[in-house]
Nanobody
């Protein structure tokens, strides 16, 4: 059973950048696609980006395309989300998620393995 953990959240000014990290324990992490989601208070969890098991394919939703970059270091069992040009509406808890399938649709709800989340606060 994979276990995920996010880190890197914090307070940033609008227009600034943060890099989130997702680490995993478990022997099969390298076989999973990893996705990033966020959830603001009162809102549903929102799918942002995904990367396939190899790191060669990525997918972004329109809300973050051109500003966020997802990447993975398979040797370190790490996946990253570089977030640039952060907007106030980007304030949320950010989660990573593991799924054997690589999601490429905006309505993706996530697989069964979630981290505990990391808080991102964006000041205007």
């Amino acid at each position: 059973q994979e276990q995920l953990g996010e880190s890197g959240g914090g307070l940033v000014q609008a227009g600034g950048s943060l890099r989130l990290s997702c680490t995993a324990s478990g022997r099969t992490f390298s076989r999973y696609a990893i996705s990033w989601f966020r959830q603001a208070p009162g809102n549903e969890r929102e799918f942002l980006a995904s990367i396939d098991y190899s790191g060669r394919s990525t997918y972004y939703t329109d809300s973050v395309k051109g500003r966020f970059t997802i990447s993975r270091d398979t040797a370190k069992n790490m996946v990253y989300l570089q977030m640039n040009s952060l907007k106030p509406e980007g304030a949320a808890v950010y989660y990573c998620n593991a799924d054997p399938q690589f999601p490429i649709t905006d309505d993706y709800l996530g697989g069964g393995c979630w981290g505990q989340g990391t808080q991102v606060t964006v000041s205007s």
